[in-house]
């Protein structure tokens, strides 16, 4: 089945440094993707679609030059969280959809996700 | 504003019997409403998806009922068992089915042998 695999799966990082997530479709294509953010107890915030080959798609309030997505392939997006402070410490998921399903289905495979602590 | 609201409280339920869980959202006309499992740390897994035309969907011993009247899905595990223990969450399609998701806080179930 559809695999999303996130690469580091925590860190923990100093206060003004930059940190990079991986989020991969192990097998296969993604057009695609999107970051979300969760705090503990809460839901889920959807904050950008990331598209392959084109700019990222941010939520209302979620700053573009505080996090930098880059979608470069069909089967690679990165977040990085810059200048990170302990405030943006929360737990970091990706999902992806398969390109092959088309628009009949809208499953969404999610990734493991990236715990990350500020310091 | 927009709210999609699942109960805070934790469903405990005796292994075997039918869990049922709300999901309310307000200021939404979602094409479709999905649910998700989630274990502690860990990524949501999709289980279910009902689409705005359909009333109920079965997967297994799941059922999702959808009814955009009342701005309503209920889901329920039959037959439950120790292995449902998570937190289970609503997510709406905000953007007329272009897969923007909109989360509910989720509802845990714990089952109890």
């Known amino acids: 089945g559809a695999v999303v695999s996130q690469h580091p799966s925590w860190v923990i990082c100093k206060s003004g440094t930059s940190v990079k997530i991986e989020c991969r479709s192990l097998?296969?294509?993604?057009?695609?993707m999107f970051w979300y953010r969760q705090f503990p107890k809460q839901s889920l915030m959807l904050m950008a679609t990331s598209n392959e080959g084109s700019k990222a798609t941010y939520e209302q309030g979620v700053e573009k030059d505080k996090f930098l997505i880059n979608h470069a392939s069909l089967t690679l997006s990165t977040l990085t969280v810059t200048s990170a402070h302990p405030e943006d410490s929360s737990f970091y998921i990706c999902?992806?959809?398969?390109?092959?399903?088309?628009?009949?289905?809208?499953?969404?495979?999610f990734g493991p996700g990236t715990r990350l602590t500020v310091l | 504003s927009q709210k999609i609201e699942q109960n805070s409280e934790a469903l405990n339920i005796q292994e075997g019997k039918t869990a049922t869980l709300t999901c309310n959202y307000t200021?939404?006309?979602?094409?479709?409403l999905q649910w998700y499992r989630q274990d502690p740390g860990r990524g949501p897994v999709f289980l279910l998806l009902?689409?705005?035309?359909?009333k109920e969907k079965r997967k297994e011993r799941l059922k999702v009922t959808f009814d955009t009247t009342l701005k309503q899905s209920l889901f329920h595990i039959t037959a439950s068992q120790p292995a449902d223990s998570a937190t289970y969450l609503c997510a709406l399609d905000m953007s007329g089915g272009n897969n923007r998701l909109a989360f509910g806080k989720g509802n845990q179930v714990v089952v109890i042998p």
């Open positions: 999902s992806a959809r398969d390109v092959a399903s088309g628009g009949s289905h809208n499953e969404q495979f």
């Open positions: 009902i689409r705005e035309n359909e």
């Open positions: 097998d296969f294509q993604a057009t695609t």
């Open positions: 200021n939404y006309s979602p094409a479709y």
